[in-house]
T-cell receptor, first 113, second 115 residues
Framework: EAQVTQNPRYLITVTGKKLTVTCSQN?????MSWYRQDPGLGLRQIYY???????DKGDVPEGYKVSRKEKRNFPLILESPSPNQTSLYFC????????????FGPGTRLTVT | GNSVTQMEGPVTLSEEAFLTINCTYT??????LFWYVQYPGEGLQLLLK?????DKGSNKGFEATYRKETTSFHLEKGSVQVSDSAVYFC??????????????FGRGTQLTVWP
């Protein structure tokens, strides 16, 4: 089954404790992205990757890091989480052709206290 | 720049009512346009898309037409059902080049349909 998986689905952590949210896709997609969803703000793109070792900033990259060492994986790293990073996070992937839909993972709800 | 403005909710309708959710955009180049739906507690699913001017996307009774002259992509459904209750997001991918990895979303419209 074609899918995007994220782990963990739920995470409660404390300020400053480094964490990683994993994302994996099995569709051999070139593009992968991370978004955060906040009430009243919709979804905002954090980082995206166009292929292995190619990443770029989205609209809200501050406080986040990503890496793309393998085509299927695109982890999101919070080196020193802060309470304003409490949010619902989605990973997505899509194929290379223009107009292809993005496939979204189920989401990770992160709470930073 | 690139942005999407959509009608803010919440929208509350009775079953079988007509639905319109307005969406307008600004974009560089020739964008592709999308409507995504998010059911309670779930991720986003593509509802429909249009990749060039005058294209009509349709799925599950929903329709939207890519209007370049009015920079709009309004979502419509003739007769909504309780099961359509969800949050709807309008989105765009700019045309061409290094912006292909970008996806810009509107703020979402919460739709509630009562029986």
């Amino acid at each position: 089954e074609a899918q995007v998986t994220q782990n963990p689905r739920y995470l409660i952590t404390v300020t400053g404790k480094k964490l990683t949210v994993t994302c994996s896709q099995n569709m051999n997609h070139e593009y992968m992205s991370w978004y955060r969803q906040d009430p009243g703000l919709g979804l905002r793109q954090i980082y995206y990757s166009m292929n292995v070792e190619v990443t770029d900033k989205g609209d809200v990259p501050e406080g986040y890091k990503v890496s793309r060492k393998e085509k299927r994986n695109f982890p999101l790293i919070l080196e020193s989480p802060s309470p304003n990073q409490t949010s619902l996070y989605f990973c997505a992937s899509r194929g290379q052709r223009e107009g292809y839909e993005q496939y979204f993972g189920p989401g990770t709800r992160l709470t930073v206290t | 720049g690139n942005s999407v403005t959509q009608m803010e909710g919440p929208v509350t309708l009775s079953e079988e009512a007509f639905l319109t959710i307005n969406c307008t955009y600004t974009a560089t180049g020739y964008p592709s346009l999308f409507w995504y739906v998010q059911y309670p507690g779930e991720g986003l699913q593509l509802l429909l898309k249009a990749t060039k001017a005058d294209d009509k996307g349709s799925n599950k009774g929903f329709e939207a037409t890519y209007r370049k002259e009015t920079t709009s992509f309004h979502l419509e459904k003739g007769s909504v059902q309780v099961s359509d209750s969800a949050v709807y997001f309008c989105a765009l991918t700019p045309g061409g080049g290094s912006t292909l990895g970008r996806l810009y979303f509107g703020r979402g419209t919460q739709l509630t349909v009562w029986p």
